[in-house]
């Protein structure tokens, strides 16, 4: 089992931008000690709690603070931007860290329709022209001549693409195109299951992969007992209750008993949107860790949590390396 950690690099309530990249690269250099295999961030716009926007100079940041291992987008909204520009980000950052790059791309805004114009100053490019996006970008890389322009940097680069997804469209371009898929299980696992079979069925083998490879985000909150797990959680369940209510805000300290305190309608969200996670001592992680692997196939989990504390965090990501070590042992 392959371990990768997602980080959102969140800004603790009271917090500040600065601090929150510092901990994301104190939290990378754990992750490697730990022998996770990747670390990405993910590009999310015009959120105060969230503090990887510029996510190609957030990468930067923590493969500088790193030594080996892979650094990535997890993801690129690709919709956001011109494919160039992404290929001269990439192609630099893959000069920078030769062999240590990934680029996931996704084709959701990162933001509300609001927060997308000012990004893209025009939806005339929008989701619908995500292949097409990708093809061009695959174009720079490979410096084919396609464009009639040479990315520099980004001619030659060859950072690891992948396709991201949460729905069944993501998981039909990475098979058509031959590229690893990475679901968005960890908030998003409705489609999960279907998603991963049309993965596979109609995966065409290509210079990027010989075979399917696939990879789904889980949820883990790890701790010493299963009461400091549960108080550890609440910091993410509160945060995803304020975004689905239309009030999103920084990360806010835990609360003891907080699901306990939610109404029938607060539990429901929850128990739906973080289905794919696991909260609990370090056995009660690698049995949830297995059985997601049996159930999905996948060749890696991509593990994510925001947690408060940074020491309860690093402490969280120490117990799921040691969790994913006794699924492996037990194999």
Known sequence: MKLSFLDLVPVVEG?????????????????????????????????????????????????????????????IMLPNHAPLAIAEQFGTLDALFPGRIDLGLGRAP???????????????????????????????????????????PGAGARPDLWILGSS????????????????????APDALDQAMAIYRRDFRPSAHCARPYAMAGFNVFAADTAEEAELI???????????RTGNPRQLPPPVAGYRQSLGAQGNALLNQVLSCSSIGTAETVARDLAAFVERTGVDEVMVTSAIYDQAARKRSLTLTAQAAEDVKAAA
């Open 168 to 187: 069944l469209f993501g998981a039909q371009l990475a098979a058509a195109l031959g590229l690893p898929y990475a679901f968005a299980s960890h908030f």
């Open 233 to 243: 959680a609440s910091s993410q369940q509160q945060s995803f209750v304020a975004l």
């Open 110 to 152: 990162g933001s509300d329709q609001r927060v997308a114009r000012a990004m893209r100053r025009t939806l005339e490019t929008d989701a619908n022209a995500f292949p097409q996006d990708v093809l061009e970008l695959q174009s720079y890389f490979a410096d084919d001549g396609q464009t009639g322009i040479v990315a520099t």
């Open 15 to 75: 917090g500040t931008v600065g601090e929150a990249l510092t901990r994301a690269a104190d939290l990378a250099r754990h992750a490697e000690a730990e022998g996770f295999t990747r670390y990405w961030v993910a590009e999310h716009h015009g959120m105060t709690g969230i503090a990887s926007a510029a996510t190609s100079v957030v990468i930067a940041h923590l493969a500088a603070a790193t030594r080996h291992i892979r650094v990535g987008a997890g993801g």
